[in-house]
């Protein structure tokens, strides 16, 4: 399973973007795909996750109510929305994927260590 994350760039605080993940190779039916990031001298933070049906679903609790992840299975791709993004979600946002059945339970501020798929990371920037 290859991934690759797009749609970072710069953004003023209360802007929006849109990254999305494009997976390869592998279909992520049977995936639940987490997005996470890491801001410079930060350890990973569990941002978002999404089970491989789409019916559970958890967000990191400082981006809960801005936040929005979904799929497309169908396109095997991952979205997440940013909106009122802040100076503090700045960072290198990855997709990762990890198999897991369809009755996965998400868990908000995912630490990410059993997910074994990652992208190679897109920059959010957010700043006047």
């Known amino acids: 399973l290859q991934l690759v994350e797009s749609g970072g760039g710069l953004v003023q605080p209360g802007g929006s973007l849109r990254l999305s993940c494009v997976a390869s190779?592998?279909?992520?039916?049977?995936?639940?795909i987490g997005w996470f990031r890491q801001a410079p001298g930060k350890g990973r933070e569990g941002v978002a996750c999404?089970?491989?049906?789409?019916?559970?679903?958890a967000y990191g609790d400082s981006v809960k109510d801005r936040f929005t992840i979904s799929r497309d299975n169908a396109a095997n791709m991952a979205y997440l929305q940013m909106n009122g993004l802040k100076p503090e979600d700045t960072g290198v946002y990855y997709c990762g994927a990890k198999i897991a059945l369809s009755g996965y339970r998400c868990i908000g501020n995912d630490d990410g260590n059993d997910f074994d798929s990652w992208g190679q990371g897109t920059q959010v920037t957010v700043s006047s």
């Open positions: 999404i089970n491989s049906v789409g019916k559970s679903i």
């Open positions: 190779e592998v279909s992520l039916n049977y995936y639940a």
